[in-house]
């Protein structure tokens, strides 16, 4: 079995919401990973598994400093996959042209007597 | 358990070469499950349980014909996947104007013994 190509690697890690909140946490700034298990209700050995994915990923690094391991977003796999998905742009404006065109339609629709004019104004 | 939400779904379908195969040749136009099989080397249950995965995500959808049962491409969750991926834009264009300035320090200490000028040309 082959291993896993990179974009099915970074579509597979952002495919759960704590990682993808880790991810929103790490772009206001670099974070130790107690400061990354605190907003979740869970354990730092599940905290830890969750970086592990993302790094395996490409998502983050963890770099070695005296004191603390900050975690670091990582953001070239997210570029890969924002090409990947923007290839298909044209299919979802070609739909909410749609959605805005029938949009259009019903407003024609909509009967206006009763609307105020300048005739019927007392 | 909670189920999956709808990112995490779109993600976790994403996460395979085959069903990005898929999507692309959809993305040309609607397609039988035996006009999908044809370029994978692969049967056609295995086919079938992709196009599952990327109903169960509403990928594509699949609409019932009198001769066959088209796959048609369905963009709003990509567009959803597109919308969450951008907001790391600023992430990797700062990436990218570091690697660029790099280039530019790199550029400037080439030597420039050897170049050509108006002087040294014979």
Chains 1, 2 share one sequence.
Not at 21 to 35: C, N
């Amino acid at each position: 079995m082959q291993p896993p190509d990179t974009l099915s690697t970074t579509f597979a890690a952002l495919a759960d919401p704590t990682r993808r909140a880790i991810l929103a946490r790490l772009s206001q700034g670099e974070a130790s990973v107690s400061d990354l298990s605190k907003p979740f209700s869970m354990s730092a050995p599940a905290v830890t598994k969750h970086l592990k994915v993302l790094q395996r990923a490409g998502l983050i690094s963890q770099s070695r400093q005296a004191q603390w391991r900050p975690c670091k977003l990582q953001a070239k796999p997210l570029m890969e996959a924002a090409d990947w998905v923007a290839q298909y742009r044209q299919h979802w404006e070609e739909r909410l042209d749609r959605l805005e065109d029938y949009l259009q339609t019903l407003q024609t629709d909509i009967p206006t007597t009763g609307t105020p004019t300048k005739e019927n104004i007392p």
